[in-house]
Nanobody, 129 residues
């Protein structure tokens, strides 16, 4: 079992920045790909970004490409999402998720939420205009 705890959410003005963190504990984190998803009120959960275990591959939704950066520190069992140039439409609850597979780039981006076995409780990000 893997436990994931997100932090770093909050209220920020449009154009501002936030950095989300996701700390993993429990069984080994080794080999897992990690992802960030978000869900706005009345909308479905959507893929934001993902990163492979080695951090050799990163994937982004088109809506955040160039503004968000996913990274990980395996020694700390922590994944980060640096969010810059935030827009009001980025407002959502952001979830960290673990995919217990050594994801291959040959399989394409791991965007489906059903691929991920473990989820955090979410952290609210609100961007004011």
């Amino acid at each position: 079992q893997v436990q994931l705890v997100e932090s770093g959410g909050g209220l920020v003005q449009a154009g501002g920045s936030l950095r989300l963190s996701c700390a993993a504990s429990g069984r080994t984190f080794s080999g897992y790909a990690m992802g960030w998803f978000r869900q706005a009120p009345g909308k479905e959960r959507e893929f934001v970004a993902a990163i492979t275990w080695s951090a050799g591959n990163t994937y982004y939704a088109d809506s955040v490409k160039g503004r968000f950066t996913i990274s990980r520190d395996n020694a700390k069992n922590t994944v980060y999402l640096q969010m810059n140039s935030l827009k009001p439409e980025d407002t959502a609850v952001y979830y960290c998720a673990a995919l217990p597979v050594a994801w291959s780039s040959n399989w394409g981006p791991p965007t489906g939420w059903g691929l991920y076995d473990y989820w955090g409780q979410g952290t609210q990000v609100t961007v004011s205009s």
